[in-house]
């Protein structure tokens, strides 16, 4: 979804689920997400969305040069 529709947009349907399953969620349960590595404000960006374009610049360099490894702008 995110190569398609972008993050912000895969960020909105994780806030739209999140609140499904804390409907659902039973005493005990836990839900969590894992993922999600860059971090604001240490890196020099203008803004929040300068920062994830910048994540995701690195994601699709890294995918070009072949999975399971880190790139870093």
Same mark, same amino acid.
């Given at each position: 979804m995110n190569d398609t529709?972008? /993050?912000p947009t895969g960020n909105k349907v994780?806030? /739209?689920v999140s609140k499904? *399953? $804390?409907e =659902? *969620? $039973?005493e005990g349960d836990v839900a969590l997400r894992y993922g999600g590595e860059a971090a604001w404000? +240490?890196? +020099?960006? =203008?803004s929040a +969305?300068? *920062?994830v374009r910048r994540a995701d610049e690195s994601l699709y360099k890294a995918k070009e040069e072949? $999975?399971?490894r880190i790139v870093a702008l």
């Open positions: 529709y972008g /993050h994780l806030v /739209h499904i *399953l $804390r =659902a *969620l $039973r404000p +240490d890196f +020099d960006t =203008a +969305d300068a *920062l072949g $999975r399971n």
